[in-house]
């Protein structure tokens, strides 16, 4: 079974910085494609930003230039650096992390508030 353990999140003020951490465990498993997707309060689950086992990364427009995405799929560790934060990031933020032999896997998510 893979299990997906997030650290990081919290309270912090408008234009501070968090640092989410994320890390999948299981056996033989190796992540292909990791993550951070957010859901707020009576919103969708979004897209954050995606890291691929490439190297590629890929963020939703409102993040870039903020957030950046890194870690390493090989290890199955995948982190987001989050600066410059608005009261619109407020949400659950939940990693994610993928693979084409094994499937999809989530965190259980963790919270980010921002407020003064």
């Known amino acids: 079974q893979v299990q997906l353990v997030e650290s990081g999140g919290g309270l912090v003020q408008p234009g501070g910085s968090l640092t989410l951490s994320c890390a999948a465990s299981g056996y033989a498993f190796r992540a292909d494609v990791m993550g951070w997707y957010r859901q707020a309060p009576g919103k969708q689950r979004e897209l954050v930003a995606i890291?691929?086992?490439?190297?590629?990364?890929n963020y939703v427009d409102s993040v870039k230039g903020r957030f950046t995405i890194s870690g390493d799929n090989t290890k199955n560790t995948v982190y987001l650096q989050m600066n410059s934060l608005k009261p619109e990031d407020a949400a659950v933020y939940y990693c994610?992390?993928?693979?084409?032999?094994?499937?999809?896997?989530w965190g259980q998510g963790t919270q980010v508030t921002v407020s003064s």
């Open positions: 890291s691929t086992i490439s190297g590629s990364t």
């Open positions: 994610y992390a993928s693979s084409i032999h094994s499937g999809a896997y």
